[in-house]
């Protein structure tokens, strides 16, 4: 025990020294950086470890719930949702900001067609002491010098020409990676919109059996009472009950869940109360009229990132030729025009007190040996064109793969809505016929609880085939490049 407490105090008096050195320390380091709100985190690099905790400083914190989504009232459709998606999702910001830069991109190319003219002055004095037999001669002059500079490319063998093309293909590719994030952008948003609908509905469906369950419960109070059903009985009926209790909570918080995820992909915070319509109708089946083969030239036609692999390939072949451009000589031309003031404390001996200075130079350079630089960008330029067309093909064939994959997946699922609508119809059938018999005392409680179970799932099984009917629809126009918006409101 003497052995234990002597550890014990060594350890304290270790802590304590550390805590007391870790404080002179910080003494003796008054300029150490602290990470406070608003400070340049480039600073916060210099203490990484400060005995403050990690994370985004409240300055720079703009996720919030703003208006319109802070009203828990309002019935959200799915037209308004998709608008405001567009408008708030941060991938489509960062796309057209990226389609920005490479516009401007483009226009540094285009520049390099003009004449570079600049301005520029040097400015300074001059202290000149000169002894004589008979004297100092001192001088002291002070000079401005205003330039003018001009630089044009008359011939460059094509890299302009080139260097553009690339430019303008980059440009071309990322517009239509714009358009693809729109299109993702929408397609999250109606999906989400439909699982939170599909959760909505199951939701009501769990509110449904645990009433039921309850009827079924109190009814088996009523017959042990007047001694027709049996301690068994009701201990059943009680789990079944708390069962269909567990499915509710459990329903609730899928529907707490698909309202997130559909938050997130409008851009806005998970925490927003958000509220939406229900659709007002199944999705129209007129695609499933169409032949598969239709739909995939309907693809290829509309799909922006087959468009943007395109001209992805087109930019590679660009850089292609302006890696074979660059193995040339540049033929340039530079001018100038220069003009110098000087004044000076002795007169000047003809009177002239500034200087005129004009030039122009026309020159070339062709490196005879770079140690194969140029050939290497030039193979580099060609790998990258091929691997771009490979890329290019290989999006052909997932395009393929996605409409005949939306499309089995989309008639399957309006089938298996009008199986599961017949599923319903029975089931609800058999547990009336159950219930029936079961007061009547031909059925025993376990019939009257597979029953009920049955109908349950029954109604989850439209409810789900009901979801994916929509989902798959949405799918199917995405994969041919279309938006298909169904119903918005009632159910």
């Known amino acids: 025990m003497a052995l234990l407490c002597g550890k014990i105090l060594r350890l304290a008096a270790l802590t304590l020294a550390l805590a007391a050195g870790s404080a002179r320390a910080e003494e003796a380091s008054p300029s150490a950086v602290r990470v406070e709100d ?33 009203d828990a009232g309002h019935q959200w459709t799915l037209p308004e949702l998709v608008d405001e998606a567009l408008k708030r999702n941060p991938s489509t910001a960062a796309a057209w900001q990226q389609a920005n830069a490479l516009a401007a991109q483009l226009g540094v190319r285009q520049a390099l067609d003009y004449p570079t003219v600049s301005v520029g002055a040097q400015a300074g004095g001059l202290h000149t002491t000169q002894p004589t037999a008979a004297s100092r001669n001192t001088v002291n002059q002070l000079y401005l010098g205003p330039t003018v500079q001009m630089q044009y490319l008359l011939l460059d063998f094509g890299s ?86 567990y499915n509710l909570e459990g329903a609730r918080g899928a529907v707490s869940t698909a309202r997130v ?100 130079v026309l020159s070339f350079s062709l490196d005879i040996f770079d140690g194969g630089s140029k050939d290497y960008q030039v193979k580099s330029a060609r790998a990258l064109a091929a691997a771009a067309r490979a890329e290019l093909l290989g999006g052909q064939l997932g395009v393929v793969a996605e409409v005949v994959t939306g499309y089995v997946t989309f008639k399957t699922a309006a089938q298996q809505v009008d199986a599961a609508r017949a599923l319903l119809v029975a089931s609800q059938s058999n547990f ?25 799932a029954a109604r989850a099984t439209l409810a789900a085939a009901r979801t994916s009917l929509f989902n798959a629809s949405a799918s199917l126009a995405n994969a041919t490049g279309s938006l298909m918006v169904s119903g918005t409101t009632g159910r």
Not at 291 to 314: C, E, G, H, S
Not at 347 to 357: E, I, K, L, M, Y
């Open 38 to 70: 608003g400070v340049n985190p480039s600073a916060a690099l210099t203490v990484p470890f400060d005995g403050r905790p990690g994370g985004l400083p409240a300055s720079a914190r703009e996720v919030k719930v703003s208006a319109p989504f802070d």
């Open 160 to 245: 302009r020409k080139a260097a553009q093309e690339q430019a303008r293909f980059n440009l071309l590719s990322q517009n239509f990676s714009f358009n693809q994030a729109l299109q993702e952008v929408t397609l999250a948003v109606m999906n989400g919109y439909y699982n939170l609908d599909g959760a909505k509905v199951n939701l009501e469906n769990a509110e449904v059996a645990l009433k039921l369950a309850e009827a079924v419960f109190q009814q088996t109070e009523v017959k042990m009472r007047a001694g027709l059903a049996t301690a068994t009985d009701l201990a059943q009926a009680r789990q079944n009950l708390e069962r269909f209790r």
């Open 261 to 360: 995820t559909l938050a997130t992909s409008l851009g806005v915070p998970g925490n927003a109360p958000l509220n939406i319509a229900a659709p007002s109708s199944a999705p129209a089946l007129t695609m499933l009229a169409e032949r598969v083969d239709t739909l995939i030239d309907l693809a290829f036609r509309q799909r922006p990132d087959l468009a943007a692999k395109y001209n992805a390939w087109r930019a590679q072949l660009a850089a292609v030729d302006l890696a074979e451009a660059n193995r040339w000589p540049a033929l340039t031309v530079n001018a100038g025009l220069q003009r110098s003031y000087y004044a000076t404390d002795q007169a000047a001996p003809n009177g002239v007190d500034h200087q005129d200075n004009a030039s122009a």
């Open 432 to 456: 009336d016929s159950v219930n029936i018999s079961y007061r009547s005392g031909l059925k025993n409680m376990i019939d009257v609880l597979a029953a009920q179970n049955d109908l349950a």
